[in-house]
């Protein structure tokens, strides 16, 4: 099974792209499923037809679904959150540990992932087309399953033993926890690892949407290289709204302008495609305009073919110890941060975090440099004889 997502800034048109690509793979004989997890559900107004949160048909072989945060799982999220930060507090956790706590999501990130699992684990779709929130939300998204994992091996397990050293004298003041709670956190967890296992498969990709002017170039950018940092595989990027040429200088002006970012838009992706849809003369909605729309974008060439790219993350053995290697695309050094932390290399950049863990290999190394060549950090490890003695 293949699932594409489409993320991007708000209004370039991610909703319609989306659901243009599932239109025109149905159309070519794909059992496609189409699954917005943006709040705002577009998707409806795309297609012109009612939906909800289990899947429609919307034409022979397409479904789409509107993934709708129930307020009942909002609370007993919540509850869960709330429960886990006194917790932290009670224990008097450092501030780094507390700090992670914030990655703790949303119960409308957490719920869209859950139900994307479900879905594709239903059996039911060649492919699965998510329609997602703006780039901010849709990094926080994309950025939960594996801080979760990260919370709950390295936290949790903590609180827990401490909560049970704890425990008899709780019970005289307060009502403890019940281990349910545990469990259900457990549970979580499991499944948020099958879904980061969904989202970072070989057949799982993301296509940027973007238009053509200098701020929305911006943000594509700096998604590109967020993306990368956590783990995902871009395979192409979707130019949309591209002015014709045209005699009318107001339009042949901006016409232009687009072109210079179109122009750094391809530098910048290469060696990805960057797709290109026209300006449209009205919306496209409903699924005639759609399949045009898609027709336009893909030509003859299928919607679902994934675009071979470098490896993500791969380390590598030279004669002084190893390389670590973790594709980041348009990063600027100084917008990179590392550190050490245990088994672990946090990498920031610009704002954004990954807890790497180290291969095992490597954990007994330090780092001795890095760089960046090619779009790649390049971490070098140096095997410390100290650590290697122990053995
Ligand atoms: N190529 C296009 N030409 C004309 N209108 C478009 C084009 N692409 C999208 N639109 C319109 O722009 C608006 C925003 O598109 P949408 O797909 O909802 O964006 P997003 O999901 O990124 O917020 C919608 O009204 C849509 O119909
Ligand atoms: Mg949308």
Redesign the pocket.
């Known amino acids: 099974m293949r699932v594409l997502l489409f993320t991007?800034k708000?209004?370039?048109?991610?909703?319609?792209t989306a659901a243009a690509t599932a239109a025109l793979a149905a159309s070519r004989g794909l059992k496609t499923l189409v699954l917005s997890t943006d709040p705002a559900h577009?998707l409806a107004d795309?297609f012109a037809v009612p939906l909800g949160p289990e899947p429609t048909a919307v034409e022979s072989g397409l479904l789409a679904m509107q993934v709708d945060a129930q307020l009942a799982f909002e609370q007993s999220w919540r509850d869960v959150q709330d429960y886990l930060r006194g917790l932290l507090e009670r224990a008097g956790v450092d501030a780094l540990q507390a700090d992670e706590l914030t990655v703790l999501p949303g119960a409308e990130e957490v719920l869209a992932l859950l139900e994307l699992r479900r879905q594709a684990a239903s059996g039911l779709y060649d492919l699965v087309v998510v329609d997602c929130a703006p780039t901010g939300e849709t990094l926080r998204l994309l950025a939960l399953p594996e801080a979760l994992t990260w919370y709950v091996d390295k936290v949790f397990p903590a609180q827990r033993r401490a909560l049970k050293a704890v425990r008899p004298l709780l019970s005289r003041v307060a009502t403890v926890p019940e281990d349910g709670l545990f469990e259900a956190v457990g549970r979580l967890h499991a499944e948020l690892c099958e879904v980061r296992a969904l989202l970072t498969a070989p057949t799982t990709s993301v296509r940027l949407?973007l238009t053509p002017e200098a701020v929305v170039v911006a943000e594509a950018r700096r998604t590109l290289t967020s993306l990368a940092l956590y783990g995902y595989r871009v395979d192409g990027l979707v130019a949309?709204?591209v002015l014709p040429t045209s005699e009318d200088p107001w339009v042949a002006g901006w016409a232009a302008a687009q072109s210079a970012q179109l122009a750094t838009v391809r530098a910048d992706a290469a060696p990805l495609p960057v797709l290109e849809?026209?300006?449209?003369a009205g919306?496209?909605?409903g699924i005639e305009a759609l399949l045009a729309?898609a027709e336009t974008l893909y030509g003859d060439t299928d919607p679902t073919a994934l675009v071979e790219t470098g490896e993500l993350l791969a380390v590598l053995r030279d004669a002084d110890g190893f390389l670590l290697s973790l594709s980041l695309p348009l990063a600027r050094l100084e917008d990179v941060d590392l550190a050490r932390s245990g088994d672990e290399l946090v990498v920031t950049v610009a704002g954004h975090r990954r807890l790497l863990a180290l291969p095992s290999a490597l954990r007994r190394c330090d780092v001795a440099g890095a760089r960046l060549v090619d779009g790649r950090l390049v971490v070098r490890f140096e095997p410390d004889p100290a650590q290697w003695r122990q053995l």
Do not use: I, M
């Not at 708000?10 to 319609?16: A, D, E, M, N």
């Not at 849809?277 to 449209?280: G, K, L, N, Q």
């Open positions: 991007g708000g209004g370039v048109g991610k909703t319609t577009s795309a949407v949309n709204r849809s026209p300006y449209a919306e496209p909605v729309f």
